[in-house]
């Protein structure tokens, strides 16, 4: 069984790296998207298991619309995304007019890996897809 696959969507390329490195040695498959409507046709194009967003990207409302794409779409509404954010009220603020993000986590920026890899094995349980164990192998 492939390790699953996560999209990871951030303005930061050393963050981006840094998650990719992360994610990759804990056994996850990754890709990192470009920025705004390009990030939009990857992701449609990969179907990760779950992305990694931050609501920020090259400007501080492309994030948000990429989301709201994301949740409008038939073909990707089901894929858990993981926001990262600073501005986690902004976020609380607009998704509360969204009618449902029953696949959305939230992960406050700055965080610790601990917690980003918790959050995202969590998520990735809450939706029924096996992670790999914490040395990066499949548990037995």
């Not at 804990?26 to 298991?49: C, M, N, S």
Request: charged residues 25%; proline residues 6%.
């Amino acid at each position: 069984m492939a390790a699953p696959l996560f999209g990871i969507a951030d303005h930061d390329p050393v963050l981006i790296r840094l998650l990719d490195q992360v994610l990759t040695e804990a056994g996850f498959q990754t890709v990192q998207l470009p920025e705004g409507a390009r990030a939009y046709e990857e992701i449609k194009k990969h179907q990760p298991d779950l992305i990694v967003l931050d609501t920020w990207l090259e400007s501080r409302e492309a994030g948000w619309i990429l989301f709201q794409v994301l949740r409008q779409d038939r073909e990707t509404k089901h894929i858990p995304v993981l926001v990262c954010s600073s501005d986690l009220q902004e976020f609380e603020r607009r998704a509360s007019s969204l009618e449902d993000y029953s696949h959305v986590g939230v992960l406050n920026k700055p965080f610790d890996i601990d917690s980003l890899i918790a959050k995202v094995r969590e998520m990735l349980s809450r939706n029924g897809i096996a992670a790999p164990g914490r040395d990066g192998f499949s548990p037995k």
